[in-house]
C-alpha cells in the first residue's frame, strides 16, 4: 500500500484527553459530567457500540447511565424512559442507541430527547439548527469525521468532496456540514440511485463511503492522491470490514482511514465531546 493510514485512535485520543480536562474543571465545581444511553432490545452490534461509549466515557471521567429495555417493550415505555432522563439532572446527554426494534419508531424516540440533552445531535430542531448553519449539538458521526480530517491537516476548504450516502445518521448531516461557510468544501451528495456514482466519484479529491456494503469502493472509484474516508461497519465472516475495499483503494488514494479504528473512535469521542459541551451549557 502506498496511501497513508489516518488512524482514528490516535485523533480520538487528542479529543478525549480535552474531554477528560474539562470534565474535571466541571467536575471541581461540583458538577458531575452523565451520560445515559439507552438499549432496546438484544441485537449484538448494538450492545457492542453501548458498551464501548460506556468505556469510553469512563476513561474521560464522565459518569454514565446504562439504561435497558427489553425487546418486547411499547414505544410509551420507550418514551417514557426518555422523559424521566430529560428531568434527571445528573444527565447532560441521552443516546438511544439506534436502530430500535422494528416494531418501533426511532424517530419518535429521538424527538422525545430534550434537545439540550441530545448528543447525537439527530433531533430534528438540532438538525435544523446545521441546515441553518447556526450553533447546536452537530451529529456524532460526521462531527468525528471532520475532527480526522483536521487532526491530519486535510484541507477540506474549496475542495469537492462526495459523500456516498444520505442517512440521517451519517450522509445527510455530514454533506450538510462540509458545505457550510465554515469548512466551505462543494459537496456532491451520491446515493443508491446516482448515475454513474464511480466516474462522479473519480472527480472527487475527498471521497467519503457511508453505504454499508463490504468492499464497495473500489480504486476505480477513486482519483489518484485522494483523501479516502471509510464510515462502513460490516459484519462478515472474515470480521469487522467497511465499505472501502483497502487493497484496492490503498494502491491509488493518498489517504484512506482504517477500520476498525478509523471513523469508530471518532464518532465516540465527538459523543463525549457533545456530552461536555451540554453539561457545560446546562450549568447543572
Ligand atoms: P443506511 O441508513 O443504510 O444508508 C446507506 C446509504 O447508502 C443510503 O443513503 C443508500 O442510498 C446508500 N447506498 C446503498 N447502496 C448504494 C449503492 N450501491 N450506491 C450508492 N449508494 C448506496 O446506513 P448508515 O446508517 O448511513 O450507515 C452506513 C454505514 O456506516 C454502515 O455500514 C454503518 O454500520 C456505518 N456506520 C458507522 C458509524 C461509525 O461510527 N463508524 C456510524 C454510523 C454508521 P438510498 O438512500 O438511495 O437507499
Redesign the pocket.
Known amino acids: 500500500l502506498t496511501a497513508q493510514i489516518l488512524s482514528g485512535r490516535e485523533a480520538a485520543a487528542a479529543v478525549q484527553s480535552d474531554v477528560a480536562d474539562r470534565a474535571e474543571r466541571l467536575a471541581a465545581r461540583g458538577h458531575n459530567v452523565g451520560l445515559a444511553t439507552l438499549l432496546v432490545g438484544d441485537d449484538p452490534?448494538s450492545h457492542v457500540y453501548v458498551r464501548n461509549k460506556h468505556r469510553a466515557a469512563a476513561e474521560a471521567g464522565i459518569a454514565s447511565f446504562d439504561r435497558r429495555l427489553p425487546e418486547s417493550s411499547s414505544q410509551n415505555d420507550v418514551e417514557s424512559l426518555i422523559r424521566e432522563l430529560n428531568e434527571d439532572p445528573a444527565v447532560h446527554g441521552i443516546v438511544v442507541q439506534l436502530p430500535l426494534p422494528p416494531v418501533l419508531d426511532g424517530n419518535l424516540a429521538v424527538q422525545a430527547i430534550d434537545p439540550t440533552k441530545d448528543v447525537d445531535g439527530l433531533h430534528p430542531h438540532n438538525l435544523g439548527l446545521l441546515v441553518l448553519d447556526q450553533p447546536g449539538l452537530r451529529p456524532?458521526?460526521p462531527s468525528?469525521i471532520v475532527r480526522l480530517l483536521a487532526h491530519y491537516n486535510v484541507e477540506i476548504s474549496e475542495k469537492l468532496v462526495l459523500v456516498?450516502?444520505?442517512?440521517?445518521?451519517?450522509?445527510r448531516p455530514l454533506a450538510l456540514m462540509l458545505g457550510t461557510k465554515r469548512f466551505n468544501a462543494t459537496v456532491i451528495q451520491?446515493?443508491?440511485?446516482?448515475v454513474d456514482?464511480a466516474g462522479l466519484a473519480r472527480s472527487a479529491d475527498i471521497l467519503v463511503a457511508?453505504?454499508?456494503?463490504p468492499g464497495?469502493v473500489n480504486a476505480g472509484y477513486v482519483k489518484p492522491g485522494a483523501v479516502v474516508v471509510d464510515?462502513?461497519?460490516?459484519r462478515t465472516e472474515r470480521g469487522v470490514v467497511?465499505?472501502v475495499d483497502v487493497e484496492s483503494v490503498g494502491r491509488v488514494a493518498g489517504a484512506v482511514t482504517p477500520?476498525p479504528g478509523?471513523?469508530?473512535p471518532?464518532?465516540?469521542a465527538s459523543l463525549l465531546e457533545n456530552t461536555v459541551s451540554a453539561a457545560e451549557r446546562s450549568g447543572r
Open positions: 452490534a456524532a458521526t468525528g456516498m450516502g444520505r442517512s440521517f445518521l451519517v450522509g451520491a446515493h443508491s440511485r446516482t456514482l457511508a453505504v454499508g456494503r464497495f464510515v462502513g461497519i460490516n467497511g465499505d477500520v478509523g471513523v469508530g471518532m464518532t465516540i
